[in-house]
């Protein structure tokens, strides 16, 4: 179900937690097995829960509590707009439609060419430098005027 080399990192994250406490690794194991598959398909969680030894159900609910998890298949990249109030107040609101308007999507949309899918996300406590998105999970980007949001766009073709 996953790489060898998925497998190794994920028993990296385990060796950091007690023997018995190895479900502590669930968030990490959920990161590592989305980085390989590109989303969490049911089966993948139910692979991770049993390498885990955890009920699925237990998987299931940390991959829908969090935004960070992909439980469908979206775009090649995946950019998430911080739409609490600080930041909407700051820019954020206006960032995502210009996102919306240039992309021709709407949130928990993907384009036509499959490139991008646009997400709304809560806090990611960067509040200072509004406004603020993530690029698939990984990349912060602060301060995203116009000019730097087509920027981004382009750099993501």
């Given amino acids: 179900m996953l790489s060898a080399e998925s497998l190794k990192r994920i028993d990296r994250e385990i060796a950091k937690f007690p023997a018995e406490q190895k479900q502590s690794a669930v968030m990490a194991a959920l990161a590592i097995a989305q980085d390989e598959k590109g989303w969490l398909a049911t089966e993948t969680m139910d692979y991770v829960a049993q390498y885990l030894g955890m009920a699925p159900i237990a998987v299931y609910e940390v991959a829908s509590f969090y935004n960070m998890y992909n439980l ?40 036509a060419d499959g490139r991008i899918t646009l997400k709304q996300g809560e806090c990611m406590g960067a509040c200072g430098d509004a406004p603020v998105l993530l690029v698939n999970n990984k990349r912060m980007c602060s301060r995203m005027s116009h000019d730097k949001l087509d920027q981004l766009l382009s750099e993501l073709k």
Avoid: I, Y
């Fill in 72 to 111: 469908e298949p979206g775009g090649r990249h995946k950019l998430t707009v911080c739409t609490n109030l600080p930041c909407a107040l700051s820019g954020g609101a206006d960032a995502a439609e210009h996102l919306k308007h240039r992309l021709g999507v709407g949130f928990n949309e993907t384009t």
